[in-house]
């Protein structure tokens, strides 16, 4: 995991002007953020090793390439099953995302398919875990707030430093 990066307003813009023009270059990127070319790709450099910047692959709507049908699925598991159910999930395609979670479950995961009966295969394929004891589905009518990530990152104050204080004996 990577040390958190401490964001300024230049990543911002640069970030904002990247997801606004994810094909634009680092002279296309510097005329938009008005910041020298060299910033740029040095910014572009410094973000991707510390992680925020995760890829370059396109954004992907499922719902769009007929995978309409979205449903989000808890998962209780066995104690110490965690890399037999991550084998498991994987091995499905329809299974978009998994995470472990706090609270009552386990596992929540997101899955997409083009239909009602696929859905179904999808959650018993899902339930034929070994380790799944127990799991439980809700439907995705429409999406209310699309993923993002640029308003948390633009509204967030700085952290306080990690540093310890700087001390001047007089």
Do not use: N
């Amino acid at each position: 995991m990577h040390e958190a990066l401490q964001l300024d307003q230049v990543d911002i813009a640069l970030l904002a002007a990247l997801s606004e023009h994810p094909r634009a270059g680092d002279l296309e990127l510097s005329r938009r953020t008005k910041v020298a070319r060299a910033t740029v790709a040095s910014r572009l450099r410094r973000l991707g090793e510390a992680g925020v910047i995760v890829d370059w692959a396109p954004t992907l709507d499922v719902a769009a390439a007929g995978y309409e049908v979205q449903a989000y699925v808890t998962l209780e598991i066995s104690q110490g099953a965690l890399d037999e159910v991550a084998r498991d999930l994987a091995a499905i395609p329809q299974v978009l995302e998994a995470y472990v979670t706090t609270g009552s479950f386990d596992v929540l995961c997101r899955v997409a398919t083009r239909s009602h009966p696929e859905l179904q295969g999808t959650l018993v394929r899902i339930d034929q875990s070994s380790s799944v004891v127990r799991s439980t589905s809700v439907m995705v009518l429409s999406v209310l707030v699309a993923p993002r990530t640029l308003p948390l990152l633009a509204d967030t104050e700085p952290a306080p430093s990690r540093r310890a204080p700087a001390y001047r004996s007089d």
